[in-house]
């Protein structure tokens, strides 16, 4: 069986509500394959351990064994520095491994030539190479993965190589909210707000103006935070929320729903979604994201709520 058999022998699993003897059946393929097996499904199978089974040091095992029989190749890094973006909150340890993802594939974008042209290579198509076809989406591609790369320094926390990070960005597109944002963040952790120019200091305000819709009790907790805090706190309840509980989540997104309702889409949500999924289902009247577009705003919703913790802590030190 080629990788796409495998991965639909898995994926038959999951439409039928049975994820983890899909990811039981991946590892033991992998297992008989005996070394002969592809990056790209090592890759898949660390993903869908850390995202559904939580098992860290087993799904880092499989990506760095991916990376150790295709060292060059983005699709492994981009798929790893995705489910990393999350984990380095709870594992600090783990930055080094998002930082390293983040190294390569700037230095594979930097490698690539705009147009169907940049696929045409000794080797093989990567599904990475789509994002980077014309001058454009390699400009926007490029410019991303410095200000994530900023974010990870952030963590760590290093701010010169932040600023160093942010500063390329900004250089790519200069008009950049996001880039803005975590610039304007940086220079107020090292006592530097003056130097805010007033882009930065106008991303740094829409923030504080979000704040003032929050709560007295609230004041270090974003809304998407406080809400992402809400589905943790009922991940593991079966039969009721508290009223409390109830009440602030409606608050939240807006919606009226009844305690069964919550607890269907929240208990045990990460044997079906993500937490960031998870939230923008509750966010959108129960719709899980489908179609590409759906897809990104998700990704957008990672981002923000990967920055907005970071402010969180730096509020609280």
């Known amino acids: 069986m080629n990788d796409q058999e495998i991965k639909n022998r898995y994926y038959a699993f999951e439409r039928q509500g049975k994820r983890e003897e899909g990811i039981a059946f991946l590892e033991e393929y992998i297992q008989k394959a005996d070394g002969e097996v592809s990056a790209e499904l090592l890759a898949h199978t660390g993903n869908v351990i850390l995202l559904y089974l939580g098992e860290l040091e087993k799904g880092v095992g499989y990506f760095r064994r991916a990376i150790e029989k295709e060292p060059d190749n983005p699709d492994v890094y981009w798929t790893y520095f995705t489910d990393l973006e999350e984990i380095t909150d709870k594992y600090p340890a783990m930055i080094d ?47 991303g993965r410095y200000n994530d790369l900023a974010v990870m320094y952030m963590k760590i926390p290093d701010y010169e190589k932040a600023q160093e990070c942010v500063d390329q960005s900004l ?3 200069p008009g950049d909210d996001y880039a803005a944002q975590i610039k304007s963040e940086i220079l107020a952790a090292t006592g530097k707000e003056q130097e805010a120019d007033p882009l930065e200091k106008a991303a740094s305000g829409e923030e504080a103006d979000a704040e003032k819709t929050i709560r007295p009790d ?22 009721s929320v508290p009223a409390e509980t109830l009440a602030e989540l409606n608050r939240l997104t ?13 208990a045990e949500y990460w044997s079906r979604s993500t937490l960031e999924e998870t939230v923008y289902a509750l966010l959108h009247g129960g719709e899980y994201p489908d179609s590409a577009a759906e897809r990104r705003a998700v990704r957008r ?7 907005l913790r970071l402010l969180r802590v730096g509020k609280r030190t």
């Open 97 to 143: 491994d998002a930082v390293l993802c983040l190294t390569k594939l700037i230095e594979y974008i930097r490698r690539f030539k705009p147009g169907r042209a940049g696929l045409k290579r000794a080797g093989k198509q990567y599904r990475y190479d789509e994002s980077l076809l014309d001058a454009g989406k390699r400009t926007m591609n490029l410019a």
């Open 218 to 239: 609230e004041t270090i907790t974003h809304p998407l935070l406080r809400l992402a805090d809400l589905v943790e706190k009922i991940s593991g309840c079966y039969h």
């Open 254 to 266: 807006g919606n009226e729903w009844a305690e069964g309702e919550y607890i269907e889409f929240c």
């Open 301 to 307: 919703l990672k981002r923000k709520m990967t920055l």
């Open 171 to 173: 250089a790519l597109q």
